[in-house]
């Protein structure tokens, strides 16, 4: 697939889904960011944060840390613009998405249930490329690819001990990835369109712990864990190759099917978080996802079957900052109530293509919590953040994307007693 990408002529008309990016036709696709709110203008730190006001599904054990009398809801939208560049050819695209909805309560004393849509993966790309060979002459071809992967959720987050948290997200996965290569033009006589189609069903397990620590009078230390169980996703994988003569006009299809076809890596994260006097908040997230285990389908040689060492163990570094100067509701000008955030993050790849590193990403972000003050509620938040991400790889494209993201927070105190005088 290399010399595919290094000779691609990226569109301007992209397939529909949660990303534009040629890259996504590697693995399941692009693997979108987890994280809500608070967390996307740290750059998706989250396993050690515990805001009992902010959803936060990186780790179930937070949950438990929602206040008896709130109810939680929090819905997220972003936009994104793509600068693509491959040597003297440069293109761009743009596009928009509702990236998430989630919800928190206190079910019970030191209990926390939260629920939600997120998404997991996205598929969308259309490219075209041109190669010449003795054997099939010039040949131009179309590279195209919609959907991805979505999750529903329940998790359930409890407070063991006065310092120990502890939480597991159990969640529906589905969706449908579809791709094809078909010729364009083609000095051959005899062309061939491929499409591969598979359908996910299955399910997914996440379990997280939090151990929150006082440090002195005003400060706090919290470090938190996290665990994805991996486990094969038992769906089928179809080729359909469909060979035409361009001088007969005869056609002939055929079709391959590979039975547990995708898998979920089993997944390992730690964080830290320090908090001082509820203004400043430090965190630093890292996870590992061991997708050199497994297998994908693949054709090779004639043959469409499970294939190893297509993808490749991927790390991941995120930190970021949160300071709020004021952060009693009471006094203070409306500026020093507002949340001031950055964050900065490094990823490896978790595919190679033809034996190479895929493109590793660097991000920075930068974003503001501003509550929302009216006459019955002053306690939601407004989540406001921009993030500036560069995947790079030798020989292939370099892609450079700004994102902005917008979150709200509704919190509301539904489970007030109201006294009658």
Known sequence: MGCLL??????????????????????????????QGMSRGMNGVGYALRQGNQVNTLNPASYSSVDSLTMLFDMGLSGQFTHFEEGNVKRNASMANVEYLTGSFRAWKNVGVSFGILPFSSVGYDYKSTTNSLQTGTLSESYSGSGGLHQVYLGVGWRVLKPLSVGVNAAYLWGTIDRSVSPVSSSASNTLTKSYSTTVNSYKLDFGAQWEQPVGRYDRLTVGAVVGLGHNLKNNATMTIISQNTVSSLTDTTAFTVADAYALPLTIGAGVAYNHAGKLTLAADFSFEKWADVKLPGNSGGQYELQKGLLEDRTKVNVGLDWLPHPSLQGGKFLEHVHYRLGAGYATPYYNIEGKDGPKELSVSAGFGIPIVNGYNNRSILNLSAQWVRSSAKDFITENSFRINIGITFNERWFMKWKVD
């Open 6 to 35: 290094m000779a691609a002529t990226i569109n301007g008309a992209w397939a529909q889904g949660g990303t534009r990016s040629p890259y996504s036709q590697f693995g399941i696709g692009s693997l979108n960011d987890q994280s």
